[in-house]
């Protein structure tokens, strides 16, 4: 019997409608966070009882229209990884924490992974989420509720939590 469940690869119909799903949100995150500096924190939980971690660092601006992203390869990391968990499969649960560099603390919001999609994280949860560890450097965070996010179906999409 093996240490951890394995994992089991999803079809690719419905990695390619998450991945559909994952552009949406991003868009759509985007659009709500607005002008600023900005760090998305994505947090998965896998069926085999791991933990996978991945971070971007974004610069927004809409006069003009400008997305800079600090580094390609977090972004993709990110991305792919949204994909993972608004597929499902392979992911039992998933946290996305926005964080906006703003004067005097930053702000937090964030979303939770629940059928496909991501849903606005009730503010007491996210208040324990930010809390820095014990004897970690940290800065303290003010969280906000997060806006729901439009949700843009696909009536071809296809999997178990689609």
Do not use: K
Request: proline share 8%.
């Amino acid at each position: 019997m093996p240490a951890r469940p394995e994992l089991t690869r999803p079809a690719d119909a419905a990695i390619a409608a998450a991945m559909s799903r994952t552009l949406t949100a991003l868009a759509a995150l985007l659009q709500v966070l607005g002008d600023g500096e900005h760090t998305l924190n994505l947090v998965a939980e896998r069926t085999d009882d791991t933990f996978v971690r991945a971070q971007a660092d974004l610069s927004i601006s809409t006069a003009p229209l400008r997305l800079a992203v600090l580094d390609e390869d977090d972004y993709c990391a990110l991305r792919t990884l949204l994909v993972f968990a608004l597929e499902g499969s392979t992911v039992r649960s998933a946290v996305l924490i926005a964080t906006t560099a703003t004067e005097p603390h930053p702000r937090a919001c964030g979303w939770t992974v629940r059928n496909g999609w991501l849903h606005p994280m009730d503010t007491a949860e996210l208040q324990q989420a930010v809390i820095p560890c014990p004897g970690a450097p940290a800065v303290r965070r003010e969280v906000y509720d997060a806006p729901v996010l439009p949700r843009i179906t696909d009536t071809d999409e296809e999997g178990p939590r689609g």
